[in-house]
């Protein structure tokens, strides 16, 4: 069970880093410049394994998409009439 809360919590570490990767890559596309933190997040993700890359992507889309059904479901859902 302590393996599996670990990984979950890795997995939630390289969503944020790569959210923070993202926003550093965004702003060096625009010619900005980046602060010592983002320059840190970035260097990380690069360094990141393909597949842990993968996960935490792939991670974020499921949730996403679960989050926007749910939400759709509830808000254009059909009620049975009685």
């Known amino acids: 069970m302590a ?3 670990a990984e979950s919590a890795e997995v939630f570490d390289d969503l944020y880093l790569g959210l923070r990767a ?3 890559a965004r702003k060096l596309r625009r010619g900005e410049e980046l602060t010592p933190e ?3 997040a970035l260097s990380r993700w690069q360094r990141l394994s ?3 890359k993968v996960i935490a992507i792939g991670s974020f ?5 679960g ?3 749910a ?3 509830v808000l254009f859902g059909r ?3 009685r």
Request: aromatic share 8%; charged share 30%.
């Open 22 to 24: 993202g926003g550093a």
């Open 50 to 52: 393909t597949v842990r």
């Open 61 to 65: 889309s499921v949730g996403t998409f």
């Open 3 to 5: 393996d599996e809360s």
């Open 71 to 73: 939400a759709g479901g």
């Open 79 to 81: 009620r049975k009439k």
């Open 38 to 40: 983002e320059q840190e």
């Open 67 to 69: 989050l926007g059904f």
